[in-house]
């Protein structure tokens, strides 16, 4: 399973719209939370709450501190990004490609 990140992005009532990054921390607290694994996204159980979790676990590592209900509240809209691939420290696999810096 390579899926390290997903992309989230929400519009608020006043206009606003923030992209936010699910990471490991907010993926593991969306899993203990429903009690569903991420496979879930993508399915036809994904459910509209599922998002909005995930974006406001993300929005609170950056420092959001309204509880869900009320944070939700303020939200008009949220549309999934591409799953982000990132480094995985366990991947032994070699690199292969070049980079912009070779010759």
């Known amino acids: 399973m390579a899926v390290m990140r997903i992309a989230l992005t929400v519009e608020f009532a006043d206009g606003t719209v923030k992209e936010f990054v ?32 995930l974006a406001w676990s993300a929005a609170c590592r950056d420092g959001e501190t309204r509880e869900f209900d009320d944070w939700v509240a303020t939200v008009t809209g949220v549309e999934p990004g591409e799953e982000q691939e990132g480094s995985d420290p366990l991947d032994r696999s070699p690199v292969t490609g070049s980079s912009p810096n070779s010759s």
């Open 22 to 53: 699910a990471q490991p921390r907010e993926i593991i607290a969306f899993e203990r939370q429903y009690d569903l694994p991420m496979s879930v996204f993508g399915s036809d159980d994904m459910r509209f709450e599922h998002l909005l979790f």
